[in-house]
């Protein structure tokens, strides 16, 4: 089955920081741009970061920025998402997806207007005190 594996969530206090690494399953994942999603109770998925196919190009949504870095080591078919400065607000199921339609130099964190495929299951992030 080819899908994406999310793990290192868990249970932070605000402040601190956690990382996340989305390993492929059955694919490569050097083909694609890769982005993170996330979904809280009651609200829909958004995006949170993007990762080009080149690692050159990344894109953080305005809530995240400053806080959140999306890296890829292709060699590991792995993409990672350091989060640090966490917020209670930052609390969801984060997922994974590839979008294979991007150039080498491009992503975007947008699921209205990009298509990504291969989701995973998610880990969940809670950040309570």
């Known amino acids: 089955q080819l899908q994406f594996v999310e793990t290192g969530g868990g249970l932070v206090q605000p402040g601190g920081s956690l990382r996340l690494s989305c390993t492929a399953s059955?694919?490569?994942?050097?083909?694609?741009?890769i982005g993170w999603f996330r979904q809280a109770p009651g609200k829909e998925r958004e995006g949170v970061s993007c990762?080009?196919?080149?690692?050159?190009?990344?894109e953080n949504a305005d809530s995240v920025k400053g806080r959140f870095t999306v890296s890829r080591d292709n060699a590991k078919n792995t993409v990672y998402l350091q989060m640090n400065s966490l917020k209670p607000e930052d609390t969801g199921v984060y997922y994974c997806?590839?979008?294979?339609?991007?150039?080498?130099?491009?992503?975007?964190?947008?699921?209205?207007?990009?298509?990504?495929?291969?989701w995973g299951q998610g880990t969940q992030v809670t950040v309570s005190s």
């Open positions: 990762i080009s196919r080149s690692g050159i190009i990344t």
């Open positions: 997806a590839a979008d294979g339609d991007a150039a080498l130099n491009f992503c975007q964190v947008d699921i209205r207007t990009r298509r990504y495929y291969y």
């Open positions: 059955g694919f490569t994942v050097n083909y694609y741009a």
